[in-house]
């Protein structure tokens, strides 16, 4: 395969949101074709620059997964897909890509907080913030608060998401930054929070640098606050 | 063929009720008797078998049927029926054994109900952007009317067949060429079967050719009846009407299939509790249905039940009344219990606008009569204010829940071989990070078969359904119109007397 035909291919797995050959995508017959891991570790094999197969492949299909969101023709199932595609690219190429370069797209280290287990929303969020080009540190559910910020800590993260369902374990994003400040660790790090009660005013009251209503409006979020 | 709703019948009544009915039915033809008007019904019941007693001064004879006369005469109805239609598409298969549930529209409102979207700006509140709120308003209906009503019911993917729900009252429309035109102007715009009654017989043989040219010839018409005839033969309580018996026997002769219908109301023409109704209303259907074999021998019928309930406080029809589905699914199984195709109603409001009361009341009867298994299921688009106003934004919204209704009366998909998919699809997903199952949803989110939400949603703090609808209707009412091909809407027109030059020539 030429260089132009395997990113072809890995764009059109992405769209399809096929992450490996078991993945039957949307169109009819795909299983059994490569997927997007098999075609990333062909592309490497014949020295195709890591870079290039992110921005050339991996990114224009996922613009286009956009489109397809925005004009209606896609719906989040497909989204998913396509982002676990890309997180599953990504995993594949890190090794390969110059450090800075994750750094720039950023590090963020979720949780959903003590006592609450509910993960559905954090875990979609998980996978598209990956799917974005961000290195995802997934803690789980019923995370307390210092586990977090020990992990944010020494990963080095510069944002820490909270998810919280239950106007109980809201209390606890509270208190998560209440103690980042404590320890001196506030400035480092931009807290995001969501989950079905949560607000605006409700993160703007606890002191969280944003409130994302969805997994869209984290990505645009991180990406304003990066170009700032 | 139109997939209508495969149904496994819910049986309100159980084997020894439906036995009781019978016997009462069979009680009151033998014992009590239907009161017969005109010569030729009589002259074929008699000949038949039934006896006919006294004289007629006026109020007709009482004709007495026996148990034996009316078996027979059900075994000798077909129990399939099949109904055709300009686009073949849309055929419809009536089977009492194997029922599917069709829906469609009726019948015969005076009224068209016209929505408006008027903007109210809160008094005091001068600045505040207004709400904008539907407003109604009530005309008599015209036979343009009736050629928009057919297009939109055209478009209406849940509406399975069409009776007009709005009839014409042209100043130019007379009794001789209303037939003609209320046929013409249905069939002109819609690629659905047709059905409507007669209002005059001598108009019957050109209905029938305007059936044949539409469907490219005699033969064609008997294999693909584009339309078929409603007559109501029996007026309750127990007789049977003159010129609605012949107009029924005008369509048996020519092989025409034909509703034989019969609308008591509980509480002022029929028994108000469910057993006296049922008896009754059976009795009447069936009286009906052996007169169409005397006529002509495995003439197609349908059992056409449409028994309702009187309102206390006018003895006007109660569509909303939970007695209503009970005795129209009652009759559902009556139907079958003979073997005979059945029709029934289900979906009028007795509210006057649409709203909370319209759609609860027309959604339980839509649901709970087609569980009964009715083959047609007419009544069910746009009808308000006890079947007195046609409503088309009521008929989109109408179409939305049926939708609705019919996803859940899908069968269930269950067997062996989707099981090994089943088990592998979810070993797949408990191996991966997680765990989520909306990647193996994709598919089956594009079957076309998915229900993908209520699709007039307001997405605010206040009801916009009734914005959207009016948006949906205008759209739809634009959409360019399926009319006849042009040589024969002239065929049509230049071999059937009556039609209206307005309607041809625009
Ligand atoms: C699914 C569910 C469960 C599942 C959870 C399964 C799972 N794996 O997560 C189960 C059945 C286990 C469960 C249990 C309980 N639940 Co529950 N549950 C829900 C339900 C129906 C949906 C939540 C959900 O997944 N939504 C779908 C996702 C996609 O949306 P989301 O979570 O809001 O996430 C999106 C955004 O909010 C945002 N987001 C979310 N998190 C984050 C984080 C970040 C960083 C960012 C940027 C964005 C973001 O992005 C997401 C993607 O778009 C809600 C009702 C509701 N409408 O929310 C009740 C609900 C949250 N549960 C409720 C309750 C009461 C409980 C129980 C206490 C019930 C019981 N008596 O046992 C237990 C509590 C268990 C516990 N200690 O946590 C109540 C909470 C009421 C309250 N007190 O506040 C709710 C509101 C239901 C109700 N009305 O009663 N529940």
Redesign the pocket.
């Given at each position: 395969m030429t260089q132009e035909h395997i990113l072809n291919e890995i764009r059109k797995n992405v769209i399809q949101g096929r992450r490996n050959a078991e993945d039957e995508g949307l169109d009819d017959e795909l299983a059994g074709e490569p997927g997007v891991e098999e075609l990333v570790d062909q592309a490497l094999e014949q020295n195709i620059d890591p870079q290039e197969i992110l921005n050339q492949a991996i990114s224009k299909g996922m613009e286009e997964v956009g489109v397809k969101y925005e004009n209606g023709e896609y719906y989040i199932p497909d989204m998913l897909a396509a982002a676990e595609a890309v997180g599953a690219a990504t995993d594949r190429l890190a090794p390969y890509l110059e450090q800075d370069n994750q750094q720039k797209k950023g590090k963020i280290v979720?949780a959903?907080v003590e006592?609450?287990?509910?993960?559905?929303?954090?875990n979609?969020?998980c996978i598209m913030l990956k799917g974005a080009g961000l290195e995802v540190i997934d803690l789980g559910?019923?995370v307390p608060a210092d586990k977090i910020i020990e992990e944010a800590a020494n990963r080095e993260a510069n944002l820490i998401?909270?998810?919280?369902?239950?106007?109980?374990?809201m209390g606890y994003m509270e208190s998560t930054i209440k103690k980042l400040e404590d320890k001196g660790l506030r400035d480092n790090v931009k807290v995001?929070?969501?989950?079905?009660?949560?607000t605006p005013e409700f993160a703007e009251k606890i002191g969280a640098d944003a409130h994302?209503?969805?997994?869209f409006?984290?990505i645009r979020?991180i990406e304003e606050e990066e170009t700032r | 063929m139109r997939k209508g709703v495969p149904v496994k019948p819910y049986p309100r009544l159980n084997q020894q009720q439906i036995e009781l009915i019978h016997r009462a039915s069979m009680e009151i033809l033998n014992d009590t008797g239907i009161v017969v008007h005109g010569k030729e019904p009589l002259e074929l019941l008699s000949s038949a078998g039934a006896e006919v007693n006294g004289s007629d001064q006026g109020g007709g004879y009482k004709v007495k049927i026996p148990e034996t006369l009316v078996l027979d005469s059900v075994k000798k109805a077909p129990s399939e029926i099949k109904l055709g239609a300009r686009n073949p598409e849309n055929t419809l298969l009536l089977s009492a054994e194997n029922p599917r549930v069709y829906y469609g529209s009726g019948s015969e409102t005076n009224f068209f109900l016209e929505t408006a979207l008027k903007e109210f700006v809160p008094r005091g509140e001068d600045n505040s952007p207004g709400y904008i709120f539907p407003t109604y308003s009530s005309r008599r209906g015209c036979v343009e009317d009736l050629c928009r009503v057919a297009h939109l019911a055209n478009q209406l993917e849940n509406l399975d067949f069409f009776i007009r729900p709005i009839n014409i009252q042209d100043e130019d429309i007379t009794e001789e060429n209303k037939d003609v035109n209320k046929f013409f102007a249905a069939l002109d715009n819609i690629e659905k079967h047709v059905m409507a009654g007669i209002t005059d017989l001598n108009q019957f043989n050109n209905i029938v050719k305007m059936g044949q040219i539409i469907a490219g010839g005699k033969q064609e018409f008997k294999n693909n009846p584009v339309l078929s005839f409603i007559s109501c033969v029996t007026k309750s309580p127990l007789q049977i009407v003159e010129d609605a018996a012949l107009r029924m026997i005008a369509a048996n002769r020519h092989g025409i299939p034909v509703v034989i219908s019969s609308s008591p109301q509980g509480g002022s023409t029929a028994p108000i509790e469910e057993m006296g109704m049922v008896s009754m209303i059976n009795a009447e259907i069936l009286a009906g249905v052996v007169l169409s074999q005397a006529a002509e021998k495995g003439a197609p019928v349908i059992y056409g039940s449409v028994p309702v309930r009187a309102r206390m406080d006018n003895l006007h029809d109660m569509y909303g009344a939970p007695e209503f589905s009970q005795y129209n699914l009652a009759c559902v199984q009556m139907s079958h219990y003979y073997g005979l195709p059945n029709y029934s109603a289900g979906g009028v409001s007795d509210a006057r606008v649409p709203g909370i009361q319209a759609t609860v009341e027309k959604s339980l009867s839509h649901l709970f009569v087609a569980q009964g298994g009715t083959n047609l299921l007419h009544y069910a688009f746009g009808l308000l204010l006890e079947t007195q106003t046609f409503c088309p934004e009521q008929a989109i919204l109408d179409n939305a829940h049926i939708g609705i209704i019919k996803k859940i009366l899908e069968e269930p998909e269950i067997d062996k071989e989707l099981k090994e998919k089943v088990i592998s699809g979810i070993d797949k997903v408990m191996d991966s990070p997680y765990r989520i199952f909306s990647r193996s949803a994709r598919k089956y989110m594009r079957s076309g078969n998915m229900y993908m939400g209520y699709p007039f949603e307001g997405g605010e703090e206040k009801d916009n359904t009734m914005l959207r609808v009016k948006e949906e209707t205008e759209r739809l009412m634009e959409q360019p119109r399926s009319c006849l091909p042009e040589n024969i809407r002239n065929e049509v027109y230049n071999q059937v007397p009556g039609i209206l030059p307005r309607l041809v020539k625009e």
């Amino acid at each position: 395969m030429t260089q132009e035909h395997i990113l072809n291919e890995i764009r059109k797995n992405v769209i399809q949101g096929r992450r490996n050959a078991e993945d039957e995508g949307l169109d009819d017959e795909l299983a059994g074709e490569p997927g997007v891991e098999e075609l990333v570790d062909q592309a490497l094999e014949q020295n195709i620059d890591p870079q290039e197969i992110l921005n050339q492949a991996i990114s224009k299909g996922m613009e286009e997964v956009g489109v397809k969101y925005e004009n209606g023709e896609y719906y989040i199932p497909d989204m998913l897909a396509a982002a676990e595609a890309v997180g599953a690219a990504t995993d594949r190429l890190a090794p390969y890509l110059e450090q800075d370069n994750q750094q720039k797209k950023g590090k963020i280290v979720i949780a959903t907080v003590e006592k609450d287990y509910h993960d559905i929303g954090k875990n979609i969020v998980c996978i598209m913030l990956k799917g974005a080009g961000l290195e995802v540190i997934d803690l789980g559910v019923d995370v307390p608060a210092d586990k977090i910020i020990e992990e944010a800590a020494n990963r080095e993260a510069n944002l820490i998401g909270l998810s919280a369902l239950l106007d109980t374990t809201m209390g606890y994003m509270e208190s998560t930054i209440k103690k980042l400040e404590d320890k001196g660790l506030r400035d480092n790090v931009k807290v995001l929070i969501g989950g079905a009660p949560t607000t605006p005013e409700f993160a703007e009251k606890i002191g969280a640098d944003a409130h994302c209503r969805d997994a869209f409006e984290a990505i645009r979020t991180i990406e304003e606050e990066e170009t700032r | 063929m139109r997939k209508g709703v495969p149904v496994k019948p819910y049986p309100r009544l159980n084997q020894q009720q439906i036995e009781l009915i019978h016997r009462a039915s069979m009680e009151i033809l033998n014992d009590t008797g239907i009161v017969v008007h005109g010569k030729e019904p009589l002259e074929l019941l008699s000949s038949a078998g039934a006896e006919v007693n006294g004289s007629d001064q006026g109020g007709g004879y009482k004709v007495k049927i026996p148990e034996t006369l009316v078996l027979d005469s059900v075994k000798k109805a077909p129990s399939e029926i099949k109904l055709g239609a300009r686009n073949p598409e849309n055929t419809l298969l009536l089977s009492a054994e194997n029922p599917r549930v069709y829906y469609g529209s009726g019948s015969e409102t005076n009224f068209f109900l016209e929505t408006a979207l008027k903007e109210f700006v809160p008094r005091g509140e001068d600045n505040s952007p207004g709400y904008i709120f539907p407003t109604y308003s009530s005309r008599r209906g015209c036979v343009e009317d009736l050629c928009r009503v057919a297009h939109l019911a055209n478009q209406l993917e849940n509406l399975d067949f069409f009776i007009r729900p709005i009839n014409i009252q042209d100043e130019d429309i007379t009794e001789e060429n209303k037939d003609v035109n209320k046929f013409f102007a249905a069939l002109d715009n819609i690629e659905k079967h047709v059905m409507a009654g007669i209002t005059d017989l001598n108009q019957f043989n050109n209905i029938v050719k305007m059936g044949q040219i539409i469907a490219g010839g005699k033969q064609e018409f008997k294999n693909n009846p584009v339309l078929s005839f409603i007559s109501c033969v029996t007026k309750s309580p127990l007789q049977i009407v003159e010129d609605a018996a012949l107009r029924m026997i005008a369509a048996n002769r020519h092989g025409i299939p034909v509703v034989i219908s019969s609308s008591p109301q509980g509480g002022s023409t029929a028994p108000i509790e469910e057993m006296g109704m049922v008896s009754m209303i059976n009795a009447e259907i069936l009286a009906g249905v052996v007169l169409s074999q005397a006529a002509e021998k495995g003439a197609p019928v349908i059992y056409g039940s449409v028994p309702v309930r009187a309102r206390m406080d006018n003895l006007h029809d109660m569509y909303g009344a939970p007695e209503f589905s009970q005795y129209n699914l009652a009759c559902v199984q009556m139907s079958h219990y003979y073997g005979l195709p059945n029709y029934s109603a289900g979906g009028v409001s007795d509210a006057r606008v649409p709203g909370i009361q319209a759609t609860v009341e027309k959604s339980l009867s839509h649901l709970f009569v087609a569980q009964g298994g009715t083959n047609l299921l007419h009544y069910a688009f746009g009808l308000l204010l006890e079947t007195q106003t046609f409503c088309p934004e009521q008929a989109i919204l109408d179409n939305a829940h049926i939708g609705i209704i019919k996803k859940i009366l899908e069968e269930p998909e269950i067997d062996k071989e989707l099981k090994e998919k089943v088990i592998s699809g979810i070993d797949k997903v408990m191996d991966s990070p997680y765990r989520i199952f909306s990647r193996s949803a994709r598919k089956y989110m594009r079957s076309g078969n998915m229900y993908m939400g209520y699709p007039f949603e307001g997405g605010e703090e206040k009801d916009n359904t009734m914005l959207r609808v009016k948006e949906e209707t205008e759209r739809l009412m634009e959409q360019p119109r399926s009319c006849l091909p042009e040589n024969i809407r002239n065929e049509v027109y230049n071999q059937v007397p009556g039609i209206l030059p307005r309607l041809v020539k625009e």
